[in-house]
C-alpha cells in the first residue's frame, strides 16, 4: 500500500467537531464544523459526523479508515468513551462500533493529546525518534509518550497526563485530589493571573485582558523586564515535570505544542536552561526541545495517521 | 532450552561484589565477597571476578551466561559502564567485552535497579504484567520501569531514575543541580533525620542512632504516634513521585524494595491511601502497590535473568 491512501481524521472538541481528509499528511480537505452543543445525546452527533464522513467520501472515494481523537479517557481496544464533560450525554460510548456501523469503514478511537503526539512522531517534530515526550500547552496541559518506538497507553489506556503530574508535593490539591499538578500552574488563566500579579507587584499594574500569554509574549520580546521574569516562572515550573520525564524516560525529544507555545523563544528559551540546569550528562547530551510541527491540525492528522496504521497500511511519510 | 539453563549474577556493589549461580529463579550458589577496596584499577578486579565465576562453573558446569548488576550508568548495548563513584579507575570501562574475552560465555551488563526490576517482572511480584513500576528505597531511591512489555531503558540508556525525580520544583539543589528530588527526602538518612527532628519537636527527643528507618518501624507498630506521623510524611512524599508514575505511564503495579520498605505496613498502608487519594479511577482500579519478592539477593536474580534472555533463552520460571 502507499502512502497515498486517504484517511478521515476527526479532532472532537468540547465545543466543535472538526472533520477533515489527510492524504500524505496534509490535510487536504476540512469540512464545516460540527457545534456539540446543538446536540443532547451522543447517537445524533455520531450519526451527524458519519454524515459528514459520507460527505467527504463522494468528493474523496479512497478514504480507508476514521480516525477519532477525543477530549477525553477512551478504552483503546474497544473505542469506548469514558465520559466527556463538556457534551451531554457522552458516558460510556462505544464509539468505534457505532461510527463503524455507520460508516462500514474501520475506526479508531483515541485520546486526543495522545493523537497531537502521535502527529508529531509519525509526521511531524519527532519523526524516526524512539523515545520522546510531546505536550501541549493551552487552558490545560495534555501529553503524549513514545517510549521504545511505541505510544505508551498503559494498563488501562490512559498513560500520558503531563498535566496531572506534581511539582509541588504540598501544594493545592487540584481536579482529582492530586496536589500542585502542572496544569494547575501553567495553564493559559495560571499565566494570566500570575503575569497580572506580577505587574502590580512591580507597580505596573495592567488590565487582566492584557496579561494573557499572547500579549505577554509580545511584551517580553519587546524587552519587558515583568514579561520576561513571569515566562522564566512558567518555564521554571514546567520545566520541572519535562525533568521528571527526561530522569524517567530518558528522551530524545520534548515536543511542545498548543497555543501557549506561540511565546516561542521567550518560553523555549528560559526553559532549555531550566531543563540543562537541572539533568546530568547523558540524560541531556542529545537532548532536543523542539516546537510542534503541527498546531490546529494536529488532532486530525494524529487521528488519521493512527487509523491508517491500525487498519494495516504503512506510513511511509 | 529448558529453564534449568544456568547463569550467573553478578550484583555489583560501591563497596563489595556478589557473584551467584541462578537456577529457576533460584541463587543456588553464592560465592564469597570481593572487596572492590582491594582493588586500585578495573581490570584486576574483572580478573578476580572472572576467577569467581570459573570457580563456580567448575561446580555448575551448565552455566550459559553472565550477567552483571552495575551502581551507575551502563551503555547497554556495548556494556560500558560510565563511571563508578565509589571504586576506584571505573571510567568508560568496557566490562561486557572484557569479561567476554575472559569469561568466553556471553555477558550483559545494566544497571542496578534496573536489573531488581527485571527480576521482580519476570521472576518476582510483577510476573506476568505489561506495565510496572519498580522502586528500591534505601540509602538512595532507585528505580525500573517495565511499558508495554519492555524495559524503558530510553535514548541512551539511563531511564529509571525515579530518585532523581523533583517532587517541588523551589526545593534545595540536589546532586545534579535538580530541586526538590525525590531521594533527598526519602532516602535512610532524610528519614532518621526527618524522625530526629520530630520527636525533639514533640518534646520526646531521641538518640539519632534510634531514629533510622528500622527503629522507625518498631515504633510505629507499637502504636508511637510520633512514629506514626514520620512514616505518614514518608508515604506522603514518596507518593508524589510514584503518582507522578502513575498519571504518566499507567502501570498495574508499583513494586517496592530495599531497606526502607522492610517498615512494611506502616509505610505501605499510607502510601496506598496518599497514592489512592490523588488518581482519577482508570488509573487505580486495578493499580497495586506489592512489596518486592527479592531482597538482597535481587540484584544476582535480575542479572542472571537479563543475561539468559539476551543470551537468547526463554525464561519460563
Known amino acids: 500500500m502507499s502512502d497515498h491512501t486517504l484517511a478521515i481524521g476527526i479532532d472532537f472538541g468540547g465545543t466543535s467537531v472538526k472533520t477533515g481528509v489527510l492524504q500524505r499528511g496534509t490535510v487536504i480537505e476540512e469540512a464545516p464544523?460540527?457545534?456539540?452543543?446543538?446536540?443532547?445525546?451522543?447517537?445524533?452527533?455520531?450519526?451527524?459526523?458519519?454524515?459528514?464522513?459520507?460527505?467527504?467520501?463522494?468528493?474523496?472515494?479512497?478514504?480507508?479508515?476514521?480516525?477519532?481523537?477525543?477530549?477525553?479517557?477512551?478504552?483503546?481496544?474497544?473505542?469506548?468513551?469514558?465520559?466527556?464533560?463538556?457534551?451531554?450525554?457522552?458516558?460510556?460510548?462505544?464509539?468505534?462500533?457505532?461510527?463503524?456501523?455507520?460508516?462500514?469503514?474501520?475506526?479508531?478511537?483515541?485520546?486526543?493529546?495522545?493523537?497531537?503526539?502521535?502527529?508529531?512522531?509519525?509526521?511531524?517534530?519527532?519523526?524516526?525518534?524512539?523515545?520522546?515526550?510531546?505536550?501541549?500547552?493551552?487552558?490545560?496541559?495534555?501529553g503524549g509518550l513514545v517510549v521504545e518506538n511505541r505510544l505508551?497507553?498503559?494498563?488501562?489506556?490512559?498513560?500520558?497526563?503531563?498535566?496531572?503530574?506534581?511539582?509541588?508535593?504540598?501544594?493545592?490539591?487540584?481536579?482529582?485530589?492530586?496536589?500542585?499538578?502542572?496544569?494547575?500552574?501553567?495553564?493559559?488563566?495560571?499565566?494570566?493571573?500570575?503575569?497580572?500579579?506580577?505587574?502590580?507587584?512591580?507597580?505596573?499594574?495592567?488590565?487582566r485582558s492584557e496579561c494573557t500569554p499572547a500579549h505577554l509574549s509580545d511584551l517580553a520580546e519587546a524587552g519587558d523586564a515583568v514579561a520576561l521574569k513571569v515566562w522564566d516562572a512558567v518555564a521554571g515550573m514546567l520545566s520541572t515535570a519535562l525533568m521528571n520525564c527526561c530522569w524517567l524516560l530518558n528522551p530524545e525529544a520534548i515536543i511542545i505544542g498548543g497555543g501557549v507555545?506561540?511565546?516561542?523563544?521567550?518560553?523555549f528559551g528560559p526553559l532549555e536552561k531550566h531543563l540543562r540546569d537541572q539533568l546530568s550528562a547523558p540524560f541531556k547530551e542529545n537532548l532536543r526541545i523542539l516546537p510542534a510541527r503541527f498546531s490546529n491540525e494536529a488532532g486530525i492528522v494524529g487521528a488519521a495517521t493512527l487509523a491508517l496504521e491500525e487498519a494495516g497500511f504503512k506510513i511511509d511519510g
Chains 1, 2 share one sequence.
Open 33 to 142: 464544523r460540527i457545534d456539540t452543543q446543538e446536540f443532547e445525546s451522543a447517537r445524533p452527533l455520531i450519526e451527524r459526523i458519519n454524515e459528514t464522513c459520507d460527505d467527504l467520501r463522494s468528493r474523496h472515494p479512497g478514504i480507508e479508515a476514521i480516525g477519532v481523537g477525543m477530549p477525553g479517557f477512551v478504552d483503546f481496544p474497544t473505542g469506548m468513551v469514558h465520559n466527556l464533560t463538556n457534551v451531554k450525554g457522552w458516558q460510556r460510548i462505544y464509539l468505534k462500533r457505532e461510527l463503524n456501523e455507520l460508516s462500514k469503514l474501520p475506526v479508531t478511537v483515541e485520546n486526543d493529546a495522545n493523537c497531537m503526539a502521535y502527529a508529531e512522531w509519525k509526521r511531524g517534530a519527532g519523526r524516526g525518534m524512539r523515545n520522546l515526550v510531546a505536550l501541549t500547552l493551552g487552558t490545560g496541559v495534555g
Open 261 to 267: 507555545a506561540q511565546a516561542g523563544s521567550v518560553l
Open 152 to 207: 505508551v497507553r498503559g494498563a488501562n489506556y490512559v498513560a500520558g497526563e503531563l498535566g496531572q503530574t506534581s511539582i509541588d508535593y504540598q501544594g493545592p490539591a487540584g481536579a482529582y485530589g492530586n496536589r500542585g499538578s502542572l496544569e494547575d500552574y501553567v495553564g493559559n488563566q495560571q499565566i494570566t493571573d500570575l503575569a497580572h500579579q506580577s505587574f502590580a507587584e512591580a507597580g505596573k499594574t495592567r488590565d
